[in-house]
């Protein structure tokens, strides 16, 4: 039996008569020391300060950090502070009378850091009115000590740590920091093999695709905007790699928390997530990791898409404040290209593969390389598909299985999938249909969330599609692994009549949620189903309609070789989404569609050449029937003024794609021209003044009245039959207004013809067109011009477009107030610039005028920080528009200011429309220059 002595002197085992002397002991502790930070106000608590650290100095394993007792360092002493708070194990917080900022910025990091927190209230006869906030809002998180009685600061420092140590034994220890940040990387590695195991990868190499990050990893250009940008949003269609993207972005941010605990705090949520607040998803999920005031967050955002529009559109404003809030701090959203992102400066497009790059992957899976010359003989649909990454791995497992064989479309690449995964669990299609259905139909309709599991169907049911890989469960509920998934199964969910279209059409919200299911329900259904449901919306709703069938329906192109049905069949498709498309447009209907004055539609001549259609509606005034053959010979029948030719292709649903196009490309024309016809207002005044000017033979930067008889006199060289005057740019103008508006100046006994906007009020002079305008004049013309844009905007909807009018961003914030600054040129400077405009609309209650509210700025001032301006604008909105979905409507612009021209409101009235109007698929091509 070993024999143990032991003597001040030395320390020595004795044993079997060997003797082992330990003045330096062998063994050490494994573990480092316990930290504690303490916290307190330093001059005030000097003397309790330093006899805790001679307690704590008494127990070995625990190590006190008081600022004055450390060394000089070249960090700064905030963020020492700070960073000492969130690496200690326990944190003290000595409570005397006064609490500072300082000692209340690392209280709150410890809570936020979830660290160990003793409050420590020493005797004092009263505590000021930040410590004893400070002292409630931690009061919620821990149970402070009394150190009276206690007996005294040395027992209730001893009795808490005993405490402590007892709970730490009997407790579950609290995960450490970097522990946290391993569980985040691994849950992301594990959603990524979860999507790549749902889209028909084997786990081991799901698993290996995972663990390689150059797989996903976003390009050069998305890393410089994410490194340079505070808040990016990555835009993609189904299938393109975003998740992936956010993903690869989100493991570089742990791996950067990891090197340096005072980095941002990496945080990744679904949308659905942070639909009750961005911010509270964010504080929810940092909890025990810091604080993202302090230490800043990067935050990824999936799915944003997949959430109601409004949901969609706050999501992006409270990132907007939030990455501008807080300290270093990231936001990456995830999107569709949905029409709340169009267009914002802070959309990156995700660039497809490259041929190299799908070929590669595809042949990975595969297992057999694939070379440029074998994909010649797929189908277009196809080649095009391939280069976003989900349409790549489908169709390498596609080929994997069908010995190389390739698919005839997207559609049954995915239903490849579907099937691939019921079968390799024995499940039936057929009966898992209808619990596919139903979880995809609920999932839309809760903007993409999980769905309890007793909702969707018994567990019995759910059983196989979980085992197969189809369906994820979480904490109770489930959902589909990949969005395209969700999408699929909701669009088949509509050809079986739910939800019905007479839903859809009660609840534009809802209807609004359902776009992508729509967009895939016409692309790959039949004629008859897709028009079941797009002829009733598309009478109620053709601004939305027009936006599915654009992005459902493909072009038409030259290598399809489908064959159309017979032409008779043909005309009848043609005239039925024409014959919706005219209820649906109202007035605009005789403008652009092919109706009599009675609004019924037209005849059609139809003809099929090989895969080739080509039609035309009959303008002549023999009676015929609704679909007749079309004539070979049209050179010189002007009963034919217009035939189109194309080829329908594979979609069943071309018809409704042929007709939008037909009616948009004469809708562009007119908007190019600036015809729509109106009988007064602005655009009738400027219309007015400009043939003054052609028949007079000025130009157009005259701003001298003209008087009454020098028009007239140009008018008696034109016989009185003659409404037309060509000039010299071979343009026709209607002298029909201006005669009318001569009639009407001689009856109030005026003498001349004024130009519609103030004109220069300085000397004319060599040199730019502004120099002739004082500052104040050129705020007067530029309120006036922006006045009478947006009366003529307003009247062009009113007048034209009151059905598509829901649909249209200008619109939808009207009536408005048109608030913002001009800059004028620096007049001191030899070249001083072209004056600016910086804009918004602010919305107002209903029932109001809209008004134009611009100042003078000076220098290079614009109006305030955007970011300050869309919150105001949302709060706007809230207040006058209560419930209404205005988000991503607003712009804010800075221009060249560009009014001296005498036909700048109708221009800008017609830019604001062509905008509009080319966001839901109403023009087509570019605006174009001016036409007058």
Not at 270 to 287: H, M, T, Y
Not at 496 to 507: Q, R
Request: aromatic share 8%; charged share 25%.
């Amino acid at each position: 039996m070993a024999e143990y002595n032991h003597t001040l002197e030395n320390d020595h085992f004795e044993t079997g008569g060997q003797q082992f002397v330990t003045e330096s002991p062998l063994m050490k502790p494994g573990e480092r020391h316990l930290v504690v930070f303490i916290s307190s106000v330093m001059a005030e608590l000097e003397k309790e300060r330093q006899e805790i650290v001679r307690i704590l100095n008494n127990f070995p394993p625990f190590s006190a950090w008081a600022f004055e007792f450390t060394p000089g360092s070249s960090e700064p002493v905030d963020s020492t502070y700070l960073r000492k708070v969130r690496e200690a194990d326990i944190v003290i917080w000595l409570i005397g009378a006064e609490t500072t900022e300082p000692v209340r910025n690392e209280i709150q990091e410890a809570l936020a850091s979830n660290r160990r927190l003793w409050a420590v209230k020493l005797p004092v006869e009263e505590r000021s009115q930040a410590t004893q906030e400070l002292l409630e809002k931690v009061g919620t998180r821990v149970k402070w000590v009394d150190v009276e009685k206690a007996g005294g600061l040395k027992q209730a420092i001893e009795l808490t740590l005993q405490d402590e140590i007892v709970r730490a034994f009997q407790g579950t220890p609290e995960t450490g920091y970097l522990n946290k940040l391993e569980e985040l990387n691994q849950r992301s590695m594990a959603r990524c093999i979860s999507r790549w195991q749902a889209a028909g990868v084997p786990r081991a190499k799901a698993e290996q695709l995972a663990a390689n990050p150059s797989i996903g990893a976003p390009c050069q250009a998305i890393q410089q905007r994410y490194r340079e940008n505070k808040i990016i949003v990555l835009v993609g269609n189904m299938g393109a790699g975003k998740s992936l993207i956010a993903e690869r972005l989100y493991q570089q941010a742990i791996v950067e928390a990891r090197k340096n605990i005072n980095s941002p705090i990496p945080v990744y949520l679904q949308a659905f997530e942070a639909v009750d607040g961005l911010e509270k998803a964010i504080k929810k999920a940092v909890n025990g990791l810091g604080n993202p005031s302090i230490q800043g967050v990067h935050v990824f955002v999936d799915g944003v898409d997949e959430v109601e529009t409004a949901n969609a559109s706050r999501i992006l404003n409270e990132g907007r404040i939030l990455a501008n809030t807080w300290p270093k701090s990231r936001i990456v959203l995830t999107s569709s290209p949905i029409p709340i992102f169009m267009g914002i400066e802070e959309a990156v497009t995700v660039p497809q593969l490259t041929d190299e790059e799908a070929y590669g992957l595809i042949g990975d899976l595969a297992g057999k390389s694939v070379s440029s010359g074998m994909t010649w003989g797929w189908p277009k649909s196809i080649q095009e598909a391939i280069h976003l990454p989900l349409f790549a791995v489908l169709m390498g497992n596609y080929l994997h299985a069908q010995d190389m064989r390739a698919p005839k479309s997207k559609g049954e690449l995915i239903s490849h999938l579907v099937e691939q995964a019921l079968m390799q669990r024995g499940i039936n299609l057929a009966d898992a249909t209808d619990v596919l259905h139903r979880l995809a139909a609920l999932s839309i309709d809760r903007s993409g969330s999980p769905i309890p599991a007793v909702e969707v169907a018994p567990t019995e049911k759910l059983t196989p599609l979980l085992e197969s890989g189809l369906v994820v469960k979480h904490s109770g509920a489930i959902s589909f692994p990949l969005p395209i998934l969700t999408q699929w199964f909701a669009a088949r969910s509509l050809a079986e009549g739910f939800p019905s279209v007479g839903e859809l059409l009660n609840d534009p919200q809802r209807l609004e949620a359902w776009r992508y299911p729509l967009i895939i329900f016409v692309a790959t259904f039949s004629h008859e189903q897709v028009t079941s449901i797009l002829e009733p919306l598309t009478k109620e709703h053709p601004g939305f309609v027009s936006q599915i069938i654009d992005d459902g329906l493909a072009s038409w192109g030259l290598e399809e070789e489908v064959l159309p049905p017979p032409p008779q069949e043909c005309g009848q498709r043609i005239r039925t989404a024409m014959k919706a498309w005219v209820e649906g447009i109202g007035p605009l209907a005789q403008l652009i569609a092919p109706v009599r004055e009675d609004g019924t539609l037209l005849p059609i001549g139809v003809r099929t050449h090989g895969a080739g259609l080509i039609a035309g509606w009959y303008y002549g005034t023999e009676k015929v029937q609704d679909i007749v053959p079309l004539p070979l010979n049209l050179d010189k029948d002007l009963r034919w003024p217009y035939t189109r030719w194309a080829r329908p292709g594979r979609q069943s649903g071309w018809a409704w794609r042929w007709t939008l196009e037909e009616l948009s490309g004469k809708l562009s024309k007119l908007l190019r021209r600036q015809a729509l016809p109106i009988e007064d207002g602005p655009l009738t005044r400027e219309y007015v003044w400009i043939t003054a000017l052609k028949i007079v033979g000025r130009g157009s930067l005259d701003y001298r009245p003209i008087p009454l008889t020098e028009i007239e006199k140009h008018f008696s060289s034109f016989p009185s039959h003659i409404n037309d005057f060509i000039d010299s740019r071979m343009r026709k103008w209607n002298l029909g207004p201006l005669r009318r508006e001569i009639s009407r100046l001689r009856n109030l006994g005026e003498l001349e013809l004024h130009p519609p906007w103030p004109g220069p009020d300085l000397e004319q002079r060599s040199g730019w067109v502004w120099e002739m305008y004082s500052d104040e004049q050129l705020l007067a013309r530029t309120k006036a011009v922006y006045e009478g844009a947006l009366k003529s905007y307003q009247q062009l909807v009113e007048t034209w477009f009151p059905r598509l009018a829901e649909q249209l961003d200008t619109w939808v914030i009207l009536p408005a107030r048109l608030v913002g600054n001009i800059i004028p040129p620096d007049r001191g400077k030899e070249w001083a610039g072209s004056p600016k405009i910086h804009w918004y609309l602010e919305p107002l209650p209903y029932g109001t005028q809209s008004y134009v509210d611009l100042t003078l700025g000076t220098g290079d001032a614009s109006i305030k920080d955007p970011l300050l301006i869309f919150e105001h604008l949302r709060a706007q909105s809230h207040k006058v528009r209560p419930g209404t979905m205005m988000w991503g409507r607003f712009t804010i612009h800075h221009e060249i200011l560009d009014i001296f021209e005498p036909s700048t409101a109708t221009r800008l009235a017609y830019d604001w429309l062509w905008k509009d109007l080319s966001k839901i698929s109403w023009v087509n091509g570019s605006r174009g220059g001016r036409e007058w």
